[in-house]
């Protein structure tokens, strides 16, 4: 993505209902996860680091970007050091860690089993893959043209590739489900309506009203007390927990 999108993402992602509510989902997940004091964690593909202070609460946190605006503005958090780095063939850690992160990236990539084969290296035997991507090809939108994404998945398919690369499959459930139905009737009107001029940033990142933010984001984050005890049947994103095997 160009610089002024991670600008416009680094303004708004600590406040913003969607980056807030996703954040809380994470963190929930992560906690029923019983990970070692002082877990090792690596995000790998952090963007302009809205997640690290959250993770840095459950271990050491590592963490790796493509993109250097956005390295330089994460980096601006000091949580961590962000290293540039790209999935598959650039990861710039030799650490294996105890949960990776990959949150809404691999529907960027070209090959996403093989980035995520890359990362199966760089976990500890028995340790955790988070994996959060865009639902339904039906949904794809201007904001997947903006954001160059290569797909949308659904459940099923994203388990496959994840144990094609060697992964035992573990919790996996749609997410933003309550929000679903507005969703699908703002993408079908955005694509009866004119589109944007494709220099303008992305719609889907404008910080609504207080009132509006604070409705969303408390909707969309009360999805946390469902997840990891059943499995949502559809939803805008979806989320999938596996692991690396014991050996």
């Keep these: 993505m160009e610089k002024d999108f991670y600008l416009q993402y680094a303004s708004v992602e600590d406040k913003h209902w969607w980056f807030v509510a996703r954040r809380r989902i994470i963190e929930k997940i992560i906690l029923k996860l019983n990970l070692p004091k002082n877990a090792q964690i690596l995000e790998a593909g952090c963007g302009t680091g809205g997640n690290l202070q959250m993770l840095s609460r459950h271990g050491q946190v590592a963490a ?10 994460a980096n601006q958090r000091q949580v961590t050091h962000v290293k540039q780095g790209s999935l598959p063939d650039d990861i710039p850690f030799t650490s ?30 028995g340790g955790y893959l988070l994996i959060t991507v865009p639902a339904y090809k039906f949904l794809w939108s201007e904001h997947d043209e903006i954001n160059h994404h290569k797909r949308r998945y659904r459940l099923t398919s994203l388990q496959r590739v ?6 035992e499959i573990g919790y996996g459930s749609y997410f933003n489900t309550f929000l679903f139905p507005l969703v699908v009737i703002v993408r079908i009107l955005g694509k009866l309506l ?24 408390w909707l969309f984050a009360s999805e946390r007390h469902l997840l990891n005890r059943l499995s949502l049947p559809f939803g805008v994103s979806v989320l999938l927990l596996a692991q690396k095997p014991h050996i």
Aim: glycine share 2%; aromatic share 8%.
């Design 64 to 73: 790796m970007e493509l993109d250097e605006t956005a390295c330089q503005l």
């Design 96 to 125: 294996q860690y105890d949960l990776i992160l990959i949150l809404d990236v691999i529907e960027h990539l070209d090959d996403d089993l093989s980035a995520l084969k890359a990362l199966y290296y760089k976990l500890k035997p």
């Design 162 to 167: 994840v144990k094609t690369a060697g992964y």
């Design 194 to 217: 004119p589109k944007q001029n494709k220099n303008q940033l992305s719609s889907d990142l404008v910080l609504p009203s207080k009132p509006v933010n604070q409705f969303f984001k």
